[in-house]
Nanobody, 123 residues
């Protein structure tokens, strides 16, 4: 099974930057897609960005386009989220998630979520 360790959250002023990291470890054959979601107080969890296995395809929520950049290092099984020009409305708990193949013989992928890291943007 996969374990995910997120880091990089914290308190930042509006206009500032943070870089989130999520490292996958454990027993698995391959990590496919990786992504970040967030959940603000009183709101549903929403997709922030995701990235394909090779890193060539990325997808962003409209609210973060041009400000956030998702990337991954497959040698380290790690996905990053560079967040620039942060706004108070970006305040949320950010969750990493991965789609992975546990065993080489598996026909289907599995999904796993991290515990979340809190980002607070003050005005």
């Amino acid at each position: 099974q996969v374990q995910l360790v997120e880091s990089g959250g914290g308190l930042v002023q509006a206009g500032g930057s943070l870089r989130l990291s999520c490292a996958a470890s454990g027993s698995f054959f391959r990590i496919n897609g990786m992504g970040w979601h967030r959940q603000a107080p009183g709101k549903q969890r929403e997709l922030v960005a995701d990235i394909s296995m090779g890193g060539g395809i990325t997808n962003y929520a409209d609210s973060v386009k041009g400000r956030f950049t998702i990337s991954r290092d497959n040698a380290k099984n790690t996905v990053y989220l560079q967040m620039n020009s942060l706004r108070p409305e970006d305040t949320a708990v950010y969750y990493c998630n991965v789609d992975y193949v546990e065993r080489i013989t598996d026909m289907m992928t599995r999904e796993h979520w991290g515990q979340g890291t809190r980002v607070t943007v003050s005005s």
